[in-house]
């Protein structure tokens, strides 16, 4: 194995409560390096500020474009879907093409997704600008991560996984707030054409800048297994959007038949990782999952992840319904949380690297639990302040609790894995996304349309509806907290769990799977 791939040293202990040796000085990163992750957390920021801003904007599209609600909302699934399905191949594309090709395709499909979006002239071109730009979106966010993982010493990467947290939890925060003041102002159109040139400013400079972080495998694909993940993974996230579709207006594809293409198809993909990952040659390595302490960070990451984006389209749709309010205003309700996540991002970096990571997710997490119930009293007369403080304390405690996952889950896997990791991590972030949403919408719709064919006016049982949403989505929060109780800094010995020899052993017998070459500049 050569030094590059080498565990980094852990000064930590495993008892969270020690603070970490002071860095010796030469763990400092260099400029390089310091670009490098510069430029990858402002791209992902704007790609992922992308995924949110049409939450608001699906009513205006659907009347502009004139199409019907069912329809209009592929704008955000196809997006979604697109995502589940090319982020399970991140971990294969990081180790085979490289820092900078990969970053320079990832921002060029985004970039062009989005000017085709900004001059799509009806909805099939922009539906097709949408996928484009989920395609670079999806490579985006596990590159930064494995690049962190690679550079930064352990002992620094919590303060690096804040600023992640900044990006994966404020760019969504900030996009209905992003998009009601250009829907207010500008008109539609304007939500790419204002993204466009700051997206090809970054490639440009990325393009210029960027140079190789750690090292290329040079391995044969599995074509085999990219169909596989194609409808495994593509048919789970299809049947999760099509059940909230199903429960709103009865239409589309039946869910069953979406859900057993995914189910069969994903245990086809993990039995053919298993088998090929034992000769270096798996498109998603899940020796990853040997960890405990990632296993747990993924479970709870899940269940806060499908919070956080469950409540950021229902919160919305009940702003505009039922409270009246205009795009501008409902966008300006997640604005405070966006930012307090930014400022504390950070901070719970720091605490993380002295304290490790209970004494963060312990809290954030019964702060989630503890805004989600106050959204179980929302009602007609629900003033906008109870909605805004709500949503600032989501976002306080997700930011205390994203970071300690993200840091303690990818620094439990074996260093060679870490871009199997991140890509394992933004798979299950868009499969709980999935998930949260339909749950959401489906208890909602189903509640609601229950009670206006009782007779209950529609505000009142829309209100109805989101109050039962939130006591699931409380209870649930029951189990994040239970999760992160058994969080812990893993010893340096767990993530040594695949013997070098025997990765050795496999090259040496398959030289054409796993020969190992410089990353190009």
């Not at 009513?59 to 199409?67: I, K, M, N, S, Y």
């Not at 048919?235 to 589309?252: H, K, R, T």
């Not at 949403?469 to 907290?481: E, Q, R």
């Amino acid at each position: 194995m050569t030094a590059a791939n080498q565990p980094v040293s852990d000064p930590a202990v495993s008892d969270p409560a020690v603070p970490s040796d002071p860095a010796p000085a030469d763990d400092r990163l260099s400029r390089e390096n310091l670009v490098v992750i510069g430029v990858l957390l402002v791209a992902s920021f704007v790609v992922i500020l992308n995924e949110t801003v049409m939450s608001i904007a699906i009513p205006v599209l659907q009347r502009d474009l004139g199409v019907p609600p069912s329809v209009g909302q592929w704008l955000t699934t196809a997006f979604m879907l697109t995502m589940a399905v090319v982020i399970p191949l991140t971990g294969f594309l990081i180790q085979r093409a490289g820092t900078r090709t990969l970053f320079v395709f990832a921002m060029s499909a985004f970039t062009a997704g989005t000017v085709i979006a900004f001059a799509a002239p009806g909805f099939e071109v922009l539906l097709g600008a949408r996928v484009i730009q989920a395609i670079g979106t999806a490579i985006m966010l596990p590159l930064l991560m494995t690049t962190i993982m690679t550079v930064v010493p352990e002992h620094r990467r919590g303060v690096m996984m804040g600023n992640i947290s900044v990006v994966i939890a404020v760019a969504p925060a900030l996009g209905p707030t992003v998009s009601g003041f250009i829907l207010d102002h500008f008109g539609w159109r304007w939500i790419f054409g204002f993204v466009a040139p700051i997206a090809l400013a970054a490639l440009i400079v990325g393009g210029v800048l960027i140079r190789p972080v750690g090292e290329r495998i040079k391995s044969p694909i599995d074509y085999v297994s990219v169909p596989l993940a194609i409808l495994g993974f593509g048919g789970l996230v299809y049947g999760l959007a099509g059940i909230g579709e199903s429960a709103e207006d009865g239409s589309g594809v039946p869910v069953w038949i979406p859900f057993t293409v995914g189910v069969l198809a994903l245990a086809a993909f993990i039995g053919r990782q298993l088998a090929l990952q034992r000769h270096d040659r798996a498109l998603l390595d899940l020796r990853v999952f040997r960890s405990g302490q990632f296993s747990l960070a993924m479970g709870a990451m899940v269940v806060a992840m499908g919070t956080m984006l469950g409540t950021f389209i229902v919160v919305p749709y009940f702003a505009q319904t039922v409270l009246q309010l205009d795009p501008l205003t409902t966008g300006l309700l997640t604005l405070p949380g966006g930012l307090i996540m930014g400022l504390a991002g950070p901070i719970v970096g720091r605490i993380y690297d002295l304290r490790g990571p209970r004494i963060l997710a312990v809290p954030g997490a019964i702060i989630v639990s503890a805004a989600v119930w106050m959204l179980v009293f929302v009602s007609p007369s629900t003033s906008v302040w109870w909605l805004l403080g709500a949503n600032a304390m989501l976002c306080l405690g997700l930011a205390a609790t994203f970071t300690p996952l993200m840091t303690l889950g990818l620094g439990s896997v074996e260093p060679r894995l870490y871009s199997h990791g991140s890509a394992v991590l933004g798979t299950f972030q868009q499969v709980a996304g999935a998930a949260g949403t339909a749950l959401f919408i489906t208890v909602m719709t189903v509640v609601s349309t229950a009670d206006q064919d009782a007779g209950v006016a529609e505000t009142e049982a829309i209100s109805h509806g989101v109050q039962r949403v939130f006591t699931v989505a409380g209870f649930l929060s029951f189990a994040l907290i239970v999760i992160v109780l058994f969080l812990r800094r893993p010893d340096a010995d767990e993530r040594q769990e695949i013997p070098a020899p025997v990765a050795a052993e496999t090259r040496a017998d398959a030289s054409d799977v796993d020969l190992r070459e410089p990353d190009p500049v």
